[in-house]
């Protein structure tokens, strides 16, 4: 690492250029659409100039009124905390036994596993959706969390399994030889060092379950829908969708909510680490 | 410390996936012994211990502590210690907090486990460290943790894999004073897994040699040394030359071989040697020998003669000569073979010399290590 | 006697089972599989079921008997042309957030300053999610946003050029969602590779082009594979941009929309699951090849610690 830091490749190559100014076009175009997007949120008027003209925070309050914002934000927040904690209580322990032990039928479990995360959402998303009508479930908060445990538990399984695979067994054989029960082994020694990972895993699905449409979308009505698909209704609804300027404000709220999570997830793991920080705990 | 009479293995086997990793292990421990399992890897040597802990169910047999079964208590009830190749310390706790662990499980009070962990940590000299976490201490440290840890809980056995080998050689020297040091002055029973035949020789009252997921031979270190009872142990207790070889003819316990990889007459030099287990004229054996045992005679003069009767002698010339302090190392080429002898005085590269040794020092072998019926010589 | 036998018997049982890995922490894996039976396995097995119970409306139009579905499927363009459609924004945008990421994330693996502000900086759009990307690409890039105003302000166009509500706009929204995603999986990748494998070629005189081409690429391969995959996943199921930012009659009618057209619009769930699924297996051959060529590249260490 020391070598490599000490060459300095970054102002070397024209190579480098080229990545570097396609990173900026990227930045460019995300800043704009940012910027845009809450620039208009607090316009009272923007047509045809580079800026609106006046600016106003009417829009939150109208957007909060008109779209029951209270209600949505609440609904958007207790869905991902009960995804999050459901997911983690099933797939922690689904992923210590794939991580720990080899049995028959390992690899078609695992297969059961993988499938829901290589689907397009809308394809198994449909027949469950049917089926969560035909139960009577549907437009419930109930259908809503179930159809985003659908990849929520295999996303927890399929990230903390090679977590566990990197505590050493012997630790817990330690514990045993030791005098623990499965229950202290569990409670004293794998639950502290599992937290890392459970915090990271359960980070990700509170993003992702947050931004999920697809699914959400093809189950939740009035009084179930998050925030994402209250935005999206928004934006298609009939007579070419509500004044732009409250569908941005809606946004805007929506950005401030999931930065907010995210910023508190960063302060945890850093996500292009998550592996290597896993290596550096067992190297201890 | 230890509380029982006697540990008894019996016919203990385990099976993974229709392989056998060990099969029909019988043992005997007393109370107070140092017994080694001593093995390459694979040989299931790790699979008896795990077994024995309780941390790998057995496929076959049963284990008696002074004639109760225990090998279906779980190992939490077994009440053995442990320590790991790998040290297995819980990295999320300090020292002491990982000494405690194992009498907080018991449910002791607050009292006797701080001055029981004091204690266990002023043993392994770790006293100024007891508030660190494990990823502060270096491996020789973090491996006298892992001891602290299991004798702390006073158990009946203290089991230990390959303690050692994670350690760089000066380390590992001092760390295996200190654990002959710990089993005698606690009065331990330990059983100690390793691959390294001088840590076996150096810390056991016995040693269990195994191959293959059996035994091969039990005995004291001086017996196995002295007396292997197959090429294979003769390998791993530092018969260094192990030469594949045909009986000419034997008598009185005595066989005299034919060495077809090496220089000499006809078919290669004839040696006389004792001949370990039932051999004919016309069997495929192997002739172990030591490098000590090696007598060196340069171009007709001799260095030295072999105390006793000459074995005969296989002419080459030196190869390589390794500088060893006191002496030296030499690899002498004979035919494709290069044999492997000790001197005091460094001969020259290339001089021509013969070896030679005495006739009880050269042991022949039967080819067939399955041949070989395992027999434990009373301790 | 008969008592010890019994013992014996079943623990032998427990031994043979034991042998195998069968044992009680096996049972920590049913909460699991329950969700993944009764929330994947029996919708999608009830799906499947519902594709050949077509409406009487549909086996009037297109013949068929149970399969009138399948046969409305292949035989109606509207439906089946959407096939295409999809492909063509999801593989060329697969390709591009995988190609791309690659340069980035080894520039990036470097240490300098600002890297985590850089970082923090790619991973921003997975806040943003595909509907406020949609809004912001709309007044941005639209006709009168400050894209096209800077572009006509500075004399590269003469009138601003239509970017969104077309396959251009989507091809922008899936760009920007699924280019952080393959990123950071690229970089943990990469950082598995021993830096060392590097320095051992350059001590033997490779050039940065060739540690690059001979060193690392080979070793970043299957990893390049998987990613493509997920991205590819990601970028398939296009469902809001393409409505959004796209132009859902027409060159971005992708296969979710006309799924959802079928389910939510129509109300023909056997339509609709019809799609879904082949929509599933179309996905499903992209991912098998892929996953297919991946099998043929190396596939050991990659000589990172653990």
């Known amino acids: ?126 027949p469950l959706a049917t089926v969560m009508y035909s139960f009577g479930l549907g437009r419930t908060l109930t259908a809503v969390v179930l159809v985003n445990l659908v990849p929520s538990v295999p996303f927890v399984i399929l990230t903390m399994t090679p977590f566990i695979e990197q505590i050493n067994p012997a630790i817990e054989s330690a514990a045993r030889m030791c005098g623990a029960r499965t229950r202290q082994v569990f409670t004293r020694i794998l639950a502290p060092l599992l937290v890392p990972g459970i915090l990271a895993a359960a980070i990700l699905v509170l993003v992702r379950t947050v931004g999920l449409f697809e699914l959400t979308f093809l189950v939740s009505g009035p009084g179930s829908d998050t925030l994402v698909v209250a935005i999206y209704r928004g934006m298609t609804s009939a007579g070419g969708g509500e004044a732009r300027q409250l569908i941005s404000a809606m946004s805007v709220i929506y950005t401030a909510t999931m930065l907010v999570m995210l910023v508190v997830a960063l302060r945890f793991v850093n996500p292009t680490q998550l592996v290597a920080q896993v290596k550096e705990t067992r190297d201890d | 410390m230890s509380d029982f009479e006697s540990l008894e293995l019996r016919g203990v086997g385990r099976r993974f996936g229709g392989v056998d990793a060990l099969s029909g292990l019988d043992l005997t421990i007393k109370s107070g012994e140092f017994v080694a399992l001593l093995g390459p890897s694979g040989c299931g040597k790790s699979t008896a211990l795990n077994c024995l802990a309780g941390l790998l169910p057995l496929t076959h047999g049963e284990i008696l502590l002074d004639g109760r079964r225990i090998d279906t208590l779980p190992p939490e009830r077994r009440g053995f210690g442990m320590v790991f190749q790998s040290y297995a310390l819980f990295p999320h706790l300090s020292v002491e907090k990982n000494v405690a662990f194992g009498l907080q499980m018991q449910g002791l009070p607050r009292a006797e486990i701080d001055s029981r962990v004091r204690e266990a940590i002023s043993l392994v000299k770790l006293g100024e460290h007891a508030k660190k976490l494990p990823g502060q201490l270096s491996g020789g440290q973090q491996q006298r943790v892992a001891i602290a840890r ?204 013969s070896l030679t040794a005495p006739v009880e020092r050269v042991l022949v072998f039967p080819e067939a290590l399955d041949a070989v019926v395992p027999q434990e010589v009373a301790a | 006697m008969s008592g010890v036998g019994q013992q014996r018997a079943t623990a032998s049982l427990r031994h043979r089972l034991a042998e195998r890995g069968v044992d009680a922490a096996l049972l920590l894996l049913v909460p699991g599989l329950v969700v993944a039976l009764a929330l994947f396995v029996y919708p999608f097995s009830y799906g499947i079921g519902l594709t050949i119970q077509p409406t009487a409306a549909m086996q009037e139009q297109w013949g068929g008997g149970i399969f009138a579905n399948y046969v409305a499927f292949f035989s109606d363009p509207f439906v089946f042309d959407s096939v295409g459609l ?102 943990s990748y990469l950082s598995g590779i021993d830096p060392s494998l590097e320095q051992a070629a350059k001590t033997l005189g490779a050039g940065w082009w060739q540690r690059f081409r001979r060193i690392v690429l080979p070793l970043l391969a299957p990893g390049l594979a998987t990613t493509f995959v997920l991205t590819f996943v990601l970028a398939f199921s296009v469902f809001p941009s393409a409505r959004l930012v796209g132009d859902a009659m027409g060159e971005t009618r992708v296969m979710s929309l006309m799924a959802f057209r079928a389910f939510g619009e129509q109300n023909d769930y056997a339509m609709a699951s019809t799609i879904a699924l082949m929509m599933g297996a179309v996905e499903l051959i992209v991912v098998v090849a892929v996953l297919g060529l991946r099998s043929l590249l190396y596939r050991g260490t990659t000589g990172g610690k653990g």
């Open chain 2, 150 to 353: 299991a004798v702390v809980l006073e158990p009946s056995l203290v089991l230990m894999d390959e303690p050692l080998s994670n350690l760089d050689a000066k380390l590992r020297l001092d760390m295996r004073t200190e654990i002959r040091r710990l089993h005698q002055s606690l009065g331990l029973t330990t059983i100690y897994v390793t691959h390294d035949q001088e840590e076996a020789l150096s810390l056991a009252d016995r040693l269990v040699v195994m191959r293959e997921g059996r035994v091969q031979q039990v005995g004291t270190p001086d017996e196995l040394y002295e007396s292997p009872t197959s090429w294979y142990v003769a390998d791993f207790m530092g018969y260094r030359n192990i030469l594949p070889a045909t009986v000419v003819s034997t008598s009185a316990g005595e066989a005299v071989v034919e060495l077809p990889g090496t220089a000499g007459g006809g078919d290669g030099a004839r040696l006389t040697g004792r001949a370990v287990g039932g051999l004919a004229a016309g069997d495929d054996v192997r002739v172990a020998i030591r490098p000590e045992d090696f007598v060196l005679v340069s171009s007709g003069v001799s260095a030295g003669s072999p105390t006793g009767r000459a074995a005969g002698s296989i002419p080459g010339a030196v190869s390589v000569v390794e500088y060893h302090g006191r002496e030296h190392a030499v690899g002498v080429q004979t035919g494709d073979t290069m044999l492997h002898a000790r001197t005091p005085a460094a001969p020259q590269v290339g001089a021509p010399v």
């Open chain 3, 86 to 187: 999809t492909m063509r924004l999801a593989l060329p945008a697969a390709l591009f957030n995988v190609l791309a990421s690659v340069p980035v994330a080894m520039v990036l693996r470097h240490r300098f300053r600002g890297k985590r502000l850089l970082t923090s900086l790619l991973v921003l759009p997975i806040t943003l999610g595909t509907v406020l990307t949609a809004q912001g690409l709309l007044i941005f890039a639209g006709r009168q946003g400050w894209l096209n105003r800077t572009l006509l302000e500075i004399g590269l166009i003469d009138e601003p050029l239509q970017l969104v509500n077309n396959y251009l706009g989507v091809m922008f929204s899936l760009v920007i969602t699924g280019f952080p995603f393959a990123f950071l999986l690229i970089s």
């Open chain 1, 1 to 126: 690492m020391a070598a490599s830091t000490l060459e300095r490749p970054l102002a070397a190559r024209p190579s480098t250029w080229f990545v570097w100014a396609g990173m900026t076009a990227f930045g460019v175009f995300l800043l704009g659409i940012l910027l845009a997007v809450v620039v208009d949120s607090f316009g009272r008027q923007w047509f045809d100039t580079w800026f609106p003209e006046g600016l106003t925070t009417e829009r939150y309050a109208e957007a909060w009124d008109r779209f029951a914002l209270g209600e949505v934000v609440g609904v958007t927040v207790g869905v991902a905390l009960l995804v999050v904690v459901i997911s983690v209580l099933v797939g922690v322990p689904a992923a210590y036994v794939l991580a720990r032990r080899d049995f028959p039928g390992k690899r078609a479990v695992m297969l059961l596993f993988l499938l829901p995360v290589l689907m397009p959402p809308i394809t198994y998303g449909i």
